[in-house]
Structures are given as C-alpha cells and as structure tokens.
C-alpha cells in the first residue's frame, strides 16, 4: 500500500515534469496540448488557476512553468486494461472470438456510455496580487509588424496574451490596428517557430545549445580581423528607437567600425522621402501630413492607404477629413489599382512608371500659375530645375487635361500633394519625391498641411546602406542579420546569396527565414511581443515595448543574444540585459523632459501608458538645391510588384488568417497572381486562370492571369509577399532543406526574381519591362467572391451624388418604418445595432482579422476556401460599378445583419438560431445539428458551416495543430457539424454588461465596442445600442444615408426583403457623380458588362 | 446461428451496463454525489467551524468569471503556522518549497459551451450553497446539484433573470 503523499505526487507529477524542460520542446507536453486542442477547446475558460506566476512590473520574469493550458483540462479517459480478466468461456462462441467482440463492446462502451472525463484544476503556487484569474490584464507595448511602430495594447489571460488591440494613448495607432499587427498572436503562438539554436556542421544545420552558440561565436568573432578592425557587420530591419545605437555599440566593442551597421526595409517609401528632404533642405525628415487642413489632396502613385509611411495613421486622418461638412478631396493618379486609388473620389489611370512626368507636368503648370506660393528664391530654383528636364516629360492629353483641370483647385485652398509608393518604387522614384517637395513648396503645404514639427521619425534605414553594404561586404567576415530576410526580400539579382558565400551568417529572426538557408548560426529570437525596445515613430514621441508573455520558445532577446557573446569573449557591455540599457537611455529622456520625479515612477507610468510624449523642436532650413534627372523607362508591359498590404515583403506569409483574408480587391486568397488590364488579356488572347510566364531582364516567374478592372493596358501587377520555395526544396549553397513554413510554402510566386536592376541604390519593384506568354497550363485562383458586379441589386451598396447628402444632410429617417404582416419585435432595455459607412471603408481587412482572432474562428487553407468554404464571420464584399477601364470601386464589410426577421430563424429545426430580447441573432451552437437550412435561407451569406473539426492552422490535410494558447477563453471553439456566425462579440458586451451591473447603471455609449469596431482604422463601423436615441449608431441609422442591404428602396415603397436588419449601411457618397446616378443611388448601369476577360 | 448472435449481442448489452454502472459516479448521470480524489484531503468542514468565510479563499468569486482554486501563498498563509505537524500540510509545505503547484481535480465542472459567471451571481446575493450545497459541513467537497440546463433555467424563472440562449451559450 503506497502512502497516501506518494500517490499525490504521483497525481502532480506530469506537472513537475513539464517544469523541467521548457514545455515546448517537451514531448509530454506537446502531446498534451494536442489532446486539449482536440478533445477540450474551452479549457482555457475554467482555467480558474495557473501556474504562470506573473509580475507587473517585469511581465517577462514569469514562471517557468507556462504551458498551463496544455496541463488545465487534460483528459484521462481511464482505459480499463484489466477487464479481459473477467472472461466467461462459458458461451457457444470460441474463446477467440469471445475476446473479439468483448473487447469491440469495451471499445462501443467507452466510447458511448463512459461519463465525462474529470478535468484538472492548477491553482497559482504564488498568486500574484494584481493577477485575478479570468479576468483580462492589459499591457502597453508597440507593434513590431511593420516600422510604423502603432501602439499596441494587449490582453493577457493568465499571462497568455489573447488578444491585440491599437493602444489610445498613442497617435500613430489612435487605437487601431492594421491586418499584420491584428494577426501578430499568430505569430507569437506560431507552432513553427524554432525551439532552440542551430548551427551548420558539414552542411547541416545542427541543433546545439545558447551556450554552444555563444562559444562558437565567440569564437569565430576572436579569429576575424586585422589590424583595421573586426571585419563584423550587422544587417537589420528599421528601427526609430534606440536600438541602432545599442547595435553600433556592440559592433564599437566587438572592434569592428561603427558604419558596418546596415539596415533595410522592404518598404524604401520612407527612405526616399526622407533623402530627397536631405537634399533639399539638409534634414532627413519625413513630414507629416495634415489631411484636415487641406481642402484637396493629390496622390500621384501614392499608396498611403496600402502601406505608405504609416497606414493606420493615414487611414484614421484620411476618414476624418472626409466628413460631409468639411470635405477633403482625394485624386490618384495611378497605373495600377490599389487600395488608396479605390478610394479616391477621382482616379486617373497613367502609364506605368509615368508618375515622374506626372508630377513634373503638375509642377510645371503650377510654376506658371500666378497664384503660386513659395518665395522668390524657391520659385527660381523649381524653375530652373523644370527647365532642365521639360523637355524629357511626355504625359498624355487626357492626364495633362486632368491636371489643368486641378490646378486652380490647388491653389485656391490648401492643398497636398502625396507622391510614390512601392508599387512605383522604380530608378525615378527618388526623382519623383524632389519633385513632390517641388510641387507643395508651390502649394504651400509645408508649414501648413505637411508638419515639420512632429515629423515621422524615419525608421533609421539610410538610403546608401544597402549600396555600402554591397561595396564592403568582402571587408566582412561575419555578418548578423537581424530581424531581416535579405534573400528573401533582396531581388536575387542582387546576387546577395553569391556575395556571401563562405561567411559567418548569423540569421537572428523570430521566425524561420530564407535567410537561415544560408546561415551557418540561426538564432531564435523573441517575438515583438516576448521583447523589451522602443520606438520613435513621430519625433519625440516615445513608443516602449515590453514582453507580454513569457517567451514561448527556448528563444532570447537578439540585443541580449548580442550582450552574451560579447561576454563569452570577455569584452562586456555595462549592460545587464538589453533592458537595462534601454532603462539607460530612457533616464537621459526623463532628464530632457527636465522630469525631477523618481525615475521608476516614470518609467513605471509609461510602461502604462506605453507612450511618452517629449517637446520637439523641429525647423527645416532654407531649400538649398532641387536637382533632378529622369531616368528613361521601358516602352510596354511593365511589371509593377508593391507591398502586399496583407503580407507585406512576405514576413505575413506564415500567418494563415493573413492569407485566408484574402486580397481585397481581387479577392484571391492563398495565392499570387498576375492582374492585367482586362483589354490587355483579351487582346492577348488570355482568360482568368491562365498560367502566365512573366520574362523579365532578371528572370522568369509563372502565375496565374486574374484580368483586373482599372489597370492601365500596359500595367502587370504582381504582389509582393508570397512565393516561398515549397517544402523539401532545396535552397542553401549546402543544400540545406528549404526552412520556410508550411502555410506559406509553394504558395504564390515572388515576382522580385524578374526585376534586374542592380544600379539603384534601393531595391526596385517596379518598371522592369516582361514579356507575357502563355505556358498553356491553367491554375484555379482561390476567387472569393465570383461576382464583381452588382447586376439589378442595387439596394445591397447604395451610392447617391455628395451633393445630394449634403442637401438632405439635417433630415432624419425611420428605417424601421416597413409595412409588414408580422408584428414588430419588442426589445427590452437595449437593441443592438450597428451602422457600417461605405463612405469610410477602405477595404484594408483588419476588420477580419480581428474578427477571427476575437472570435477563434479558424482558417480552413487553400484548398476548402476554393469549395467555398471559408470560415468569415465578416467578410469584405468588393463592388466595380462603371467601365472596366478605370472602374469606382465600393467596398463592403458583410457580416451577419441580425434581421428582425431573420430568415434563418424560421427555418431552424432544432430552434439553434433564435432572436434574443436585445435584437441579436444568437447561435446556439450545442443546439445546432447541422441541418445547413439557415445557411440556405440566408440572403446575405453570412453563416459559416463547419464542414470539419479545424485545427489552429491545418493547411488542407497538413499536421498543424491549434494550439489553445491563441483561442480567445471567452468564445466557445465550435467543432464539425456546427453552424456559426458573428454574434456581435456577445462575450464583450457580456462582460461589459456584467461590469455596468456591478456599478448599478446602463451600458454607456461605445462602451462595449466590437472587435472589428475596435480596430478599424477609419471607424467606418459603428455598435451601439438603438434604444437609446443619442448613440451614436441610433443616429446613423436615422441619417439620410443610412439603408438596410437588400431593403429595397423605401422612398418608392418597395422593401426589399423586409428582413429589417439590426445593421445598416451608410451610403456611400461621390462627389463626382456619373450622370446616370439615379436620386435614391441605385446603379442601374451595371448589369450587362461582364466583369472578367 | 441466431444464438451466437443473441449471446453476442447479450454481451454487448451486459458489457455497456457493465461500463455505465463502472464509470458513473454516484448514482446518477447528472454527477450528483460526484466527489473524486484529490491529491490532498482538504476538509471544507474544518475550515468552516473556524469562521472563514468561502471568499477568503475563493476570491475570484466575487471579480472574476472563476471562483478560484486558492493560491498555495494563501493556503500558507496560515498554514506555516497552523496544523505544521500533520500529513497534508506537510506535503503541502514541500510542494510550496518547491514551486509545484497542486493538480485539484474539478468536482464542479460545467460542459464546454456553457458559459458562468461567478462575479454576477455573488452580486445577486446568491449563496454559494444555492449551488454547491452545505459545503461547511462536507469533509470531501461533492457535487449536489445536478449542474444541468433545467436546474439553471428554473432558477433563472424563479428569480427572473434571464433566459436566452445566448445568456449562457455564446
């Protein structure tokens, strides 16, 4: 008989197991979190304790034992091994077969009949006092998806974090966030990140340990060198904060020269706005633009709705200047469609790579304007400067009519004019942004609608680094790469890969890279979210990062990976830890805000607030030179490859809800694809599907023809961001397996394998002239939506005349007010409603990623979105209306309208789908068996049925599994056979409604705000309660423009469906409208074009 | 022929009473009278008789979705003085030295796509022996209510709160 202790020791002891190694690399513990992903997806929920020990202050000093999860909820489903002692021989039946069907009436047994296994509960072993478990504890940091560096704010449960949102305080994010940021737990939790350090021995890479790595390198970093210097450099990402100056430090003490830092983004916008401000005016600035203060804003090429300099940014700033009231116009000039030209209220389609002429024209006719502003001085030099390259400006008559048209408009109010972007960036694009400098000088936009002041801090990349880099690299013997994937996002006829032969590689990503193919050292480092940094994005305005989460991997800060090899070689920084350093710097910012306070104090409020705002002093001097030369483009096709907005240079490519969202305006998900101008594929004989080999000066790729509305004839689009080698292919120079992620691998193509140019001292994505064959194969692009057009419906977007809006502005509508048989629906205290602007709506999918995230709604992979399977409980419905040359584009958040009188409710067998007493249409999945007729009756297609059990991530039949540290604890995980659908993230407005309860008093006004509401960037979206007439949401759905989606057309006594929704729509406005715009915006002249070559 | 099919299907039968009666505990289906080992024999009763009050330990109740397992720090609290002689907080201490948290298994377990609050039900001045019983007189904690749907409707009738389906199932 065992003592009682030891049997209770015996029953902790996989818990004492887990705490032994990191749980990660544990194999008990994987298969533990397996068993709960599968068997128990709510456990998280009742995780009514934990054993992550966490502190506010330094969330990142957690107990070592995190994998709570994979330990609360654990089944034993108690397997009887000792029934077959109980075998009676006494039956007709043989012994054998007796055994057969025993054993197959246990297995029916258990199976059926057994009772619910028990479920674990781990209480803290020292709870801290902040900590209450189920209850959300937030923390500031900054979002390191992109260098726009937004302000995050995170929820953590039990020291996991659950969910991201903008943080507030902070202006570059306002509170909200883009699709990468939204998708950045994915990559936190990402069951593909590496588990510890490799390093290449006879070709392959070898897993060691940190101590190992630190020797090793420690080593190879004593024998490099000679009398000039350690020949050690470090490549790295962007970065505005103080991270630069940590590096050039290690690289001062490592004995190398400090200029051997080098730093790339994919995104070169920043970078040439930032040089050509150098140049003219001797400051490496980007100024930052006040869109309400201008009256028309003119993109040329510009995409600051795509990516730009910060889009979260110009989203919010874009939205805000375009109230009926004060309207700010947008007028894009561009070759090919992108996101911030569908929402332009005028687009121009030029010549690829024509934005250079454009400009100059533009500048050419403002200088002879007589109302032109800039002093004496400026003029002369602008003119001097057209002087010398008017001749060279070829622009076509209707654009020069376009212009001419503009001109007057410009100068009579404020006005912007907003140049280049990375579907542009080709050998004039530095060119391009002296002359945007040029063209505002003339507006007198700086000083008034561009802010010097707090300007945008550029990300520290200086436009020759890259250049440098490749004239020293033979200096280098040892290069660490951090943050960045140089073979990857370099056009490989950079031939980065040959230059690097032989050399120490350090490949330092948070991720596995392309980069790590050709490394002789990976190092895993922390994930944004497991780091300590800052950043600036806006001068003297201060972004801190700390971790969130103890780190999910055996990875280390890159900086303190840094610290440790430095200490192996005996050469010591006077830093503990990265931290430390940091804590450093930000005592000397507390000293320039001549803050007298304790310094802990301080640093402990901004830890909170997660911004620090500093007084700036910012004046740009006299313009000292505008020089500019053209550089000639190809005639013809012209590939064009800009930033995904989505996936960005690939660094989202791992993110499967990034590539499940799909592209917005084409709609492709999980793949890439080459848009032409539909003229253009019918005049070469081309359809949709079509592989196309796109042959370039650089090489040659193939993919898929998607023809696409709105192209110029000449323009071939192919996005940035996808194309990793699929799995199994061989990469490295040691033939080393190709290390990319099974949701990205053998996806799409990348189209910088075409491009040629090596002059450049940035990387070009543009301009590289192709030539198009067909290879004769076709390939299935996943299209989500098949229709572009809206045909007769012209009550699903309705769009009218501005000047219409603006007239009826003051009036007030009842949409509830629909003649009908059945009675109206009574709601209690509050009736939930939602209004959607179409006017604000940029399409840029955050909505649907935070969605997903909020809600756990899984990615179901390329080959189940193509059977139309897609999980989205909001989707975003893209709409051409017009000519396919240069077609308007509306584009429609769609989820679940929660009807009055919901089709889907009538038609439920089971009584699953009810109308609740506060207007939602619940789903009640338990209930739910799966009969699909909802989804049948509904005519907005918004219920999602699941066709299986999804894992985390499965990509198809790929073993990935959920992993339960990325569900959200409040929503349920639905399995197989279950119906779902947007439920108006009920679990917030629960909690919100429970927390009002405990104070005694009604929900206010956005107190509860939806996961998509949250983080749209333009607040095009609207939640509140209808009830109470001051909200903001009860007094859209009274506004002229406010409509119900296939509500029919109320002003002429037709009501569409009368399925009366608790969402409504607003109106899009145009303010140029088409003369065949009818009164109540109804398109009627869609219909009979077809939308597709 | 039929014969061997009817004592197979006998022992089928036989075989699933068999597993139902092995693996249900207490009497019912509902989990009334379920109280499974524990690692350590707490004794609820104990506790009581010396006036703690339930939310002294399980503190979530009141703030958070969770009622909460205490914390060993709060065990400790006064067991690095009181009882340091017996078994139990012996093992309890050890396990507190060594920074192993203690696997409680549940005995109030509500299915996956239920979801409870504790926070609101306190704040409705609801006992916690409305639903865990007189658990100041248990010695091993066991489930008394039956946890299921129709117990929780009728009391959400009875005190009319509400009954949507989207109340709990969300």
Redesign the interface.
């Known amino acids: 008989m065992k003592h009682p202790y030891v049997i209770a020791e015996e029953l902790c002891a996989d818990i004492a197991e887990m705490k032994q190694g990191s749980s990660d690399t544990h194999p008990r513990a994987h298969t533990a979190a397996r068993e709960t992903a599968v068997a128990d997806p709510k456990s998280n929920t009742d995780a009514n304790a934990t054993i992550g020990r966490r502190d506010s202050k330094q969330p990142s000093n957690l107990n070592d034992s995190t994998d709570t999860s994979s330990v609360i909820g654990r089944r034993d489903s108690k397997q009887p091994s000792n029934l077959n002692d109980n075998t009676d021989t006494s039956s007709t039946i043989g012994r054998r077969d007796f055994l057969k069907y025993f054993s197959a009436g246990v297995a029916l047994a258990s199976g059926s009949c057994v009772r619910r296994p028990a479920e674990f509960a781990i209480p803290y072993v020292k709870q801290p006092i902040d900590q209450v478990p189920g209850v959300a504890t937030y923390y500031a940091t900054t979002c390191g998806g992109c260098s726009a560096g937004c302000g995050m704010m995170v929820k953590t449960r039990e020291g996991r974090p659950v969910k991201v949102e903008g943080n507030r305080a902070q202006s570059v994010s306002n509170g909200a966030l883009c699709s990468l940021g939204q998708a950045s737990l994915q990559g936190l939790y990402h069951p593909e990140r590496r588990k510890q350090p490799l390093i290449r021995r006879n070709g392959k890479l070898t897993a060691v340990s940190w101590e190992d790595v630190y020797l090793h390198l420690s080593a190879v970093l004593a024998k490099t060198g000679d009398a000039t210097g350690k020949r050690v450099g470090i490549l790295t990402s962007g970065a505005t904060g103080h991270r630069h100056e940590f590096l050039r430090e290690v690289l001062a003490r490592l004995g190398a020269s400090e200029d051997r830092l080098y730093s790339y983004e994919s995104n070169t916008l920043p970078t040439q706005v930032a040089t050509a401000h150098q140049r003219a005016f001797g400051r490496y600035v980007i100024p930052r633009a006040d869109f309400s203060k201008a009256n028309t804003v003119v993109g040329i090429g510009s995409d600051f709705l795509d990516q730009g300099v910060a889009k979260v940014y110009y989203a919010k700033q874009f939205a805000e200047s375009r109230s009926l009231d004060s309207y700010t116009e947008f007028v894009q000039f561009e070759a090919a469609m992108s996101l911030t030209g569908a929402s332009a209220d005028k687009r121009v389609v030029i010549a690829p790579n024509s934005e250079i002429h454009v400009a100059l024209m533009l500048a050419d006719t403002l200088s002879k304007h007589p109302q032109v502003r800039g002093s004496a001085d400026e003029l002369q030099m602008i003119r001097l400067m057209l002087q010398r390259v008017r001749r060279q400006v070829e622009v076509s008559p209707e654009t020069h009519g376009e212009i001419n048209l503009l001109v007057q408009k410009l100068l009579d109010k404020p006005s912007l004019v907003l140049c280049g972007g990375s579907g542009n960036a080709d050998s004039n694009s530095e060119a391009l942004q002296t002359v945007a400098i040029a063209i505002n000088i003339m507006l007198g936009a700086y000083g008034n609608v561009l802010n010097l002041e707090r300007s945008w801090h550029v990300p520290a990349v200086q436009g020759d680094d890259l250049q440098r880099l490749r004239q020293t690299i033979d200096e280098l013997d040892v290069l660490f790469i951090i943050d960045s994937d140089p073979f990857f996002t370099l056009p490989p006829a950079w031939r980065f890969a040959d230059k690097v032969k032989g050399k120490t590689i350090v490949s330092m990503n948070s991720f596995p890279t392309l980069t790590d193919d050709y490394a002789t050292h990976v190092l895993p480092v922390h994930h944004f979210l497991e780091s300590w940094g800052d950043e600036q994005p806006l001068a003297g305005e201060w972004s801190l990062r700390q971790p969130v989460v103890r780190p999910i991997t055996d990875s280390r800060q890159s900086e303190d990976a840094l610290l440790w090899i430095l200490a192996t070689m005996q050469k010591p920084l006077p830093y503990a830890d990265y931290r430390s350093f940091l804590q450093q710097r930000w005592r000397k910012l507390q000293q320039q805000a001549q803050d007298k306070g304790k310094f802990a104090a301080f640093m402990h409020a901004n830890q909170e607030r997660g911004v620090f705002i500093n007084k700036v002093q910012g004046k740009y001097g006299a313009l000292r030179s505008l020089d500019v030369r053209i550089n000639d483009v190809a005639k013809g096709l012209k590939l064009s490859s800009p930033l995904d907005n989505r996936l960005l240079d690939g660094r989202g490519a791992h993110l499967p809800v990034l590539q499940e969202v799909g592209d917005s305006l084409t709609t492709i998900a999980w793949d890439s694809w080459v848009a032409l101008s539909p003229a253009t594929a019918k005049r070469l004989g081309l359809r949709r599907n079509d592989v196309l080999r796109v042959q370039g000066a650089g090489g040659a790729i193939e993919a898929a023809l998607y023809p696409m509305p709105g192209l110029h004839d000449e323009t071939v689009l192919i996005p940035q961001g996808n194309g990793y080698p699929d799995a199994g292919v061989s990469g490295g120079e040691a033939g080393g397996r190709a290390v990319v992620s099974k949701v990205s691998a053998g996806i799409g193509v990348n189209p910088l394998a075409v491009y040629s140019d090596v002059a450049g001292r940035l990387p070009v994505t543009s301009g590289e002239a192709v030539r198009i064959t067909r290879t004769g194969k076709t390939h299935q692009l996943v299209v989500m939506q098949k229709e572009s057009k809206l045909g007769n419906r012209g009550d699903i977007v309705k769009r009218m005349p501005m000047a219409q809006a603006v007239k009826h502005s003051g009036e007030t509508k009842n949409l509830d007010k629909v003649p009908d048989l059945y009675p109206q629906l009574e709601t209690a205290e509050y009736r939930w409603g939602m209004s959607i602007d179409l006017q604000k709506c940029i399409g840029c999918s955050a909505c649907m990623v935070a969605c997903a995230q909020e809600n756990n709604v899984p990615q179901v992979g390329r080959n189940q979105v193509a059977l139309g399977r897609e999980m989205h409980w909001l989707r975003l419905d893209r709409y051409f209306h017009g000519e396919l040359e240069n077609p308007a584009v509306t584009i429609q958040p769609m989820l679940c309208q929660h009807c009055n009188h919901a089709p889907c409710e009538a038609v439920c067998p089971v009584y699953a789908t009810t109308h609740d007493a506060e207007g939602i249409n619940a789903m009640t999945y338990n209930r739910c068996v799966g009969t699909r007729y909802c989804a049948n009756a509904c005519p907005y297609k918004v219920r999602r049925f699941n066709w299986w059990t999804h894992k985390w991530n499965v990509i198809d039949d790929q073993d990935h599994n959920r992993n339960p540290r990325a569900l959200n604890p409040d929503v349920t995980v639905r399995t197989r056979g279950v119906m779902e659908k947007c439920n108006f993230c009920y679990q917030r407005l629960r909690d919100g409604k429970h927390k009002a309860q405990q104070e005694q008093r009604s929900l206010r006004d956005n107190e509860v705000m939806t996961a998509c509401q949250e983080t749209c960037p333009t607040d095009a979206i609207t939640f509140g309660n209808l009830h109470d007439k001051q909200s903001e949401v009860a007094k859209q759905r009274q506004d002229y423009r406010a409509y119900l989606a296939l509500g029919g057309y109320p002003e002429l006594g037709e009501y569409g469906l009368k399925t009366l929704p608790n969402v409504s729509y607003l109106a899009k406005t145009l303010l140029h409208a088409p003369a065949d715009e009818h009164a109540h915006g109804n398109d009627h002249d869609e219909g009979n074009s077809d939308g597709h070559g | 022929m039929w ?2 099919y009817l ?2 299907l006998g ?2 039968c036989s ?2 009473l ?3 009666w ?4 207490g009497d019912s ?1 509902d ?1 009334v009278g379920y109280s ?1 080992a524990q ?3 707490f004794d609820h009763k104990i506790h009581a008789e010396h006036k703690i009050p339930c939310e002294y330990c399980h ?2 109740a009141r ?12 065990c400790m609290g006064c067991h690095k003085f009181v009882a340091t002689d017996k ?2 907080i012996k ?1 309890l201490a050890k ?2 030295k060594e ?8 005995v109030h ?5 239920v ?1 409870f ?1 504790h ?2 039900h306190v ?1 409705a001045n609801i006992a916690c022996q409305d639903c865990h019983g007189k658990v100041e007189d248990m010695s091993v904690a066991v489930q008394v209510a039956p946890l299921q749907m129709g117990w929780c409707v009728d009391c959400h009738r009875e005190k009319q709160a ?1 009954i ?3 109340t709990c ?2």
């Open positions: 014969k061997q004592v197979v022992l089928f075989e699933g068999y597993a139902w092995l693996w249900t505990p289906v989990n499974p690692p350590l024999p503190s979530g703030r958070s979705t969770v009622a909460g397992i205490p914390a060993q720090n709060t078994d139990a093992f396990r507190f920074n192993k948290p203690i696997k409680w298994v549940k377990d509500l299915p996956d796509y979801r609050s926070q609101v704040a509400d949507a389906c989207l199932h969300y």
